[in-house]
């Protein structure tokens, strides 16, 4: 299982950006994806989760007004929509697949992982 995340980069507080990640090799054993991110000198934080099968989402209380997680519904594959993006929001958001069980927040419940996309939120 391999995770290919993209859409991370520069932008200015308030403004939006999306994040894809899309799995590709054994995708029939991904039944949940994750986001997390890591801040400098921070410990990894969950921000959203999303069934690959249903439409069960779960996203972090500190982002849930400003951040949307969605599923492509052709392909394994999830969307972080990250709207009014604050200072803080700077991070490297990693996305994460695990097999079996149900969404989850918990980073070790999440089997494979993508290489990080570095967002950074300019105040």
């Known amino acids: 299982v391999q995770l290919q995340a993209s859409g991370g980069g520069l932008v200015q507080a308030g403004g939006p950006l999306r994040l894809s990640c899309a799995v590709s090799?054994?995708?029939?054993?991904?039944?949940?994806m994750g986001w997390f991110r890591q801040a400098p000198g921070k410990e990894r934080e969950f921000v959203a989760a999303?069934?690959?099968?249903?439409?069960?989402?779960l996203v972090a209380g500190s982002v849930k007004d400003r951040f949307t997680i969605s599923r492509d519904n052709a392909k394994i594959a999830v969307t972080l929509q990250m709207n009014s993006l604050k200072p803080e929001d700077t991070a490297v958001y990693y996305c994460?697949?695990?097999?079996?069980?149900?969404?989850?927040?918990?980073?070790?419940?999440?089997?494979?992982w993508g290489q990080g996309t570095l967002v950074t939120v300019s105040s």
């Open positions: 090799g054994r995708t029939f054993s991904i039944y949940s």
């Open positions: 999303s069934s690959t099968t249903t439409k069960n989402t």
């Open positions: 994460a697949a695990r097999s079996g069980g149900g969404i989850s927040s918990n980073d070790r419940n999440y089997a494979y």
